[in-house]
């Protein structure tokens, strides 16, 4: 584990046996918390990690997950019954899909396909009295003097929140700002379907500049060394992506969404000299621009189009 800011330390999930692709956080505290569990692939890498670092069965207090998605919140079962004494945390938007994950699993299995089980797994149901559905400002009690703030964060994902440490300034931002894998270092937004939308992304951004962390980290992948210039730079790449797509559609289909992965491919893929074929390929299956094309289509095709003024 590495240590990101004061009792806060960063683990890695292993998402699908793949290194630094998506990160875990262990919070400390007379009530600990695991803020993302990663998948179901990666639950015995946490649990690993968990116990080097002293952890116990019955010591962990919270699991808390930024969102739904299958490589934050596809172990979230999975660790409850490992940590019988562990409350788990959710936005109130996705506490249902916890509790019944069948409808979140059939989708995702539609989207993945082959990949499902090989990288992300499935989910196990979480007993509904362990599930804590929280709304905009939930703050979660570490014992101490510490709580952890929950900062509604939708765009991504409408059931998205931040989880913002109010002892150190620390902010975990889930997929609200992108994916910056360690390896590539090129900060690339996360648009995919049903639930992009570009203003609540943008407004989601400035709500975190708001509150001017001290250290903003992202679960893909780690801290980043300039928060609030890295938001700026979020915001921008989102218009930036929104208007290649916007582009594309008007010059062909609506709804090419093969088009428009074409275009941000042509538009985007630059990436540093060096970088080895492997890490490229992990970028892809992460954060490919097929499935961001299919969340932007979706977006455009419901909405008016939009400028960065």
């Not at 015995?44 to 930024?66: F, K, M, S, Y």
């Not at 992300?120 to 599930?131: F, H, I, N, S």
């Amino acid at each position: 584990m590495d240590v990101i800011a004061p009792g806060i330390r960063q683990l890695d999930t292993l998402l699908g046996g793949m290194d630094r692709m998506t990160a875990g956080f262990l919070i400390d505290g007379a009530q600990p918390a695991l803020v993302e569990t990663g998948s179901q692939t990666s639950v015995a890498a946490v649990r690993e990690a968990l116990t080097a670092a002293g952890v116990g069965p019955r010591d962990l207090r919270w699991i808390i997950v930024t969102h739904i998605h299958l490589d934050h919140a596809g172990g979230v079962g999975d660790m409850a019954v490992a940590f019988p004494n562990a409350t788990v945390v959710v936005h109130e938007r996705g506490a249902r899909h916890l509790v019944d994950p069948s409808r979140l699993v059939d989708s995702a299995a539609r989207v993945y396909g082959p990949y499902l089980d090989s990288l992300y797994g499935r989910m196990l149901p979480t007993p509904a009295d362990r599930v804590v559905a929280a709304a905009d400002g939930h703050r979660v009690d570490l014992g101490g003097g510490r709580f952890l703030t929950m900062v509604d964060s939708p765009g991504h994902a409408k059931h998205h929140h931040a989880v913002f440490d109010e002892q150190t300034g620390t902010l975990l931002v889930g997929d609200a700002v992108g994916v910056q894998l360690p390896d590539i270092g090129v900060l690339r937004p996360a648009t995919p379907p049903p639930d992009f939308d570009l203003e609540q992304s943008v407004s989601s951004l400035r709500r975190f500049a708001a509150l001017r962390p001290e250290v903003m980290v992202l679960t893909h992948y780690g801290p980043v060394e300039q928060p609030l210039e890295t938001l700026a730079e979020a915001e921008e790449m989102l218009y930036q992506w929104v208007d290649v797509a916007d582009r594309t559609m008007r010059g062909g289909a609506h709804d090419d969404i093969e088009g428009v992965a074409a275009a941000l491919a042509d538009a985007f893929a630059e990436l540093p000299d060096g970088v080895p074929d492997a890490v490229r390929e992990k970028f892809e299956v992460l954060n490919g621009f097929h499935s961001n094309a299919a969340g932007l289509v979706r977006y455009l095709s419901t909405r008016q189009p939009v400028s960065a003024e």
